[in-house]
Structure formats: C-alpha cells, structure tokens
C-alpha cells in the first residue's frame, strides 16, 4: 500500500500489509524501492522522533544552509531515531528523507 509520496509523485513510502509486521520500504523515484523500517509502527515512531528532532530541537528551517546539512543536526537525528529503526533500517530512512 503506497500510503504516502512526494509532491507530484515519485517518491513514494510503501507498507508492504502482505507480509508480517508490516515492512515499510521507499524509493527516490520508481525504481527499486528500500527498506526503511521494519514494521509500520516502527516507522510512525521514527517519524516522531524525525518531528521531536526537526521542529523540537531545530526549527526547521535551522536544520542546514546552502552548504548542506549541519553536522550538529545529523547526529542528533542519528542519536534520537536509529535507536527506533535499529542501524540496519536508519540508513535507508536517512536516505530517503536527507539523502
């Protein structure tokens, strides 16, 4: 079930029902899609804790300049959300949202 996608499309996140715990996987565009996530709980908590980080601790709009993402930034995010997804998950939901 694609359950969301990017603004005009080709970027979905898809929860794969079919199968135990419910998988979550994404892509950039509409090639091989990723894994992100083991389950979609595990996926709506890392979002959380992706919410609690970006609007919590940075506003957003503090998150990065034109030169790209500040290093403080990502090693939060890391600290607070791959605890949620467990590191072989983190990489492809970091990917997928800041990649």
């Known amino acids: 079930m694609v359950f969301a996608d990017d603004v005009g499309g080709g970027k979905p996140v898809i ?5 135990e715990g ?4 994404a892509a950039h565009d509409a090639g091989q899609a990723f894994p992100i996530a083991a389950s979609l709980a595990d996926f709506v908590n890392a979002l959380s804790a992706m ?3 970006v609007y919590g601790e940075f506003e957003i709009f503090e998150i990065g300049d034109d ?3 500040y ?3 990502e090693q939060r995010f890391k600290e ?3 605890p ?3 590191a072989e998950y ?6 997928y949202f800041y990649g």
Do not use: Q
């Open 22 to 25: 419910t998988p979550v996987y």
């Open 90 to 95: 983190y990489e492809g939901f970091w990917d």
């Open 51 to 53: 919410i609690s980080v």
């Open 80 to 82: 607070v959300v791959e």
């Open 84 to 86: 949620v997804l467990g």
């Open 71 to 73: 290093p403080g930034f």
């Open 67 to 69: 030169d790209g993402l």
């Open 15 to 19: 929860a794969v029902i079919n199968r």
